[in-house]
């Protein structure tokens, strides 16, 4: 298998190398070159996660990296959960479930994906003798998730930058009190927007790129998207006919995930996307005109975006995997903020997709009218997901499967404030506000961060 940039002008590159590159040299990202048919023949219906997840991913790793390493990778990455099922699904009633993506380290489903990718990081440089800097900015969640999945990695470091004094004490201490050599912490006297400024800076700087191995793990990483293709065929397998699935998104990598599974051969007749007031999907949706408008902050903050990158994949194959026309299409909408996509191609992801959004409101009403009727607490990301597959499902014969992608309790003030109920963090964290923290605080300034990262990261010593 070999990967192209949606952008057609990037050489063509092997699993490993786009795992490491992220992003395509011609601002693309990099997809499959084709669409391998979905192998499960002789797993029976008891398989575990883990060898679902082998056998759904070995194709699109074939070749680079050896079978039982493979193996062994995913193993341990899973390991990490603390269900049995690594992503269980949940029933409420009326044909809707949840699968719970939040049982990982970080109770979040970054987790799902992260802990994969660590280790094939981990397990790539390592054979090719080299070492990487990973960094991150982080308005809360991602930080945490990238920690875990490169804490004690030895081909590793990570460093997180988060804006001092404005992530929640819950969010800082799951980054500042994991305990390893390879984990820097910096607090930047500024805010979030400043952090990605900083990030974006620090990979403008070939030399020092070059110098610290600078790496990302972010949302356009393939191998992310890879690997959360797994539990859309896990629960339609579970449930055992086809199944619709709805999903919070965001950067649409997730649901990006199950339109792969779908087109690989895992019946899903439909996929719904749930947005919050950021609703530039929506929109896109129902008028075929992809328009940003400014960031609205929600209390389902991880989708609180303004251009969803993975969107850019399913333009591809929009664009019937015509690099030069997505190049194009891009290009218009960086310069006008503005992009059409055009009726007959609309129309056929209407196949597929439908879309609904929902206001702060109408989140905590769905948290609480769940409640009401099931006694399960749910996220407010969750939550747009379950109001979005209500709102949306098209056939009540089907069972709907909304992505539960993130623990109640990871968002307490906003479920308490819908339910009256304040949800617990599970027993493994209990002691998270006692732990000892490391981070440091520095000025909002690249030279600081730079000099920081040359004498903390083992890649600069
Ligand atoms: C990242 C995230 C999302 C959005 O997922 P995308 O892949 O960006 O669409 C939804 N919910 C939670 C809790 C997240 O952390």
């Excluded at 194709?59 to 493979?70: C, L, M, W």
């Excluded at 193996?71 to 690594?86: G, H, L, M, N, S």
């Excluded at 209500?390 to 307490?412: E, N, Q, Y």
């Amino acid at each position: 298998m070999r990967y192209v940039s949606t952008r057609g002008a990037a050489p063509s590159l092997g699993f490993t190398d786009v795992l490491l590159r992220g992003l395509a040299d011609d601002g693309g990202l990099y997809v499959p070159d084709r669409r391998p048919t979905q192998d499960l023949a002789g797993l029976d219906s008891g398989a575990s996660y883990v060898d679902v997840a082998v056998r759904v991913m070995w194709p699109y790793v074939a070749g680079t990296i050896d079978r039982d390493a493979f193996e062994a990778i995913v193993t341990e990455a899973y390991a990490t959960f603390r269900d049995p099922a690594v992503v269980p699904l949940r029933d409420l009633g009326d044909g809707h479930w949840l699968a719970e993506l939040f049982h990982g380290p970080t109770l979040a489903f970054k987790d799902v994906a992260l802990q994969l990718v660590g280790r094939l990081f981990d397990h790539e440089l390592t054979r090719r003798g080299e070492r990487a800097t990973i960094v991150v900015a982080t308005s809360g969640d991602t930080g945490s998730a990238a920690i875990e999945g490169c804490r004690g990695r030895s081909s590793l470091d990570i460093v997180v930058l988060h804006p001092h004094g404005r992530v929640s004490d819950v969010q800082r201490r799951q980054m500042t009190t994991v305990d390893e050599p390879n984990v820097h912490n910096i607090a930047v006297e500024g805010t979030f927007d400043d952090c990605q400024a900083l990030v974006k800076a620090l990979f403008a700087d070939h030399a020092f790129r070059d110098r610290v191995g600078l790496s990302a793990m972010n949302s356009i990483n393939w191998a992310r998207v890879m690997a959360q293709i797994v539990y859309y065929v896990t629960a339609q397998r579970t449930l055992g006919g086809p199944a619709a699935f709805s999903v919070p998104t965001g950067n649409f990598g997730n649901i990006l995930a199950g339109w792969f599974a779908r087109t690989t051969g895992t019946p899903i007749p439909q996929l719904v996307m749930g947005s919050n007031s950021n609703d530039i999907l929506t929109r896109w949706a129902a008028t075929g005109v992809m328009e940003t408008t400014g960031v609205h902050p929600t209390i389902s903050p991880s989708m609180d975006i303004q251009v969803s990158s993975n969107v850019e994949r399913l333009l591809y194959e929009l664009y019937e995997r015509d690099g030069r026309a997505v190049a194009d299409a891009m290009a218009t909408f960086a310069d006008s903020g503005r992009l059409d996509v055009g009726v007959d191609r609309m129309a056929q992801m209407a196949e597929v997709f439908d879309a609904a959004a929902f206001d702060d409101d109408a989140t905590r009403a769905e948290i609480r009218r769940t409640h009401d009727a099931t006694g399960v607490l749910i996220d407010p990301h969750t939550a747009v997901g379950l109001a979005a597959a209500r709102r949306c499902r098209r056939d009540p014969g089907l069972p709907m499967v909304t992505l539960a992608t993130a623990h109640p309790a990871k968002f307490p003030d906003a479920v308490e404030a819908a339910t009256g109920v304040r949800p617990p963090l599970p027993d493994f964290l209990d002691d998270l506000l006692e732990r000892n923290e490391r981070f440091d605080v520095l000025a909002n300034d690249l030279e600081a961060v730079r000099a920081h990262i040359l004498t903390h990261s083992n890649v600069g010593a």
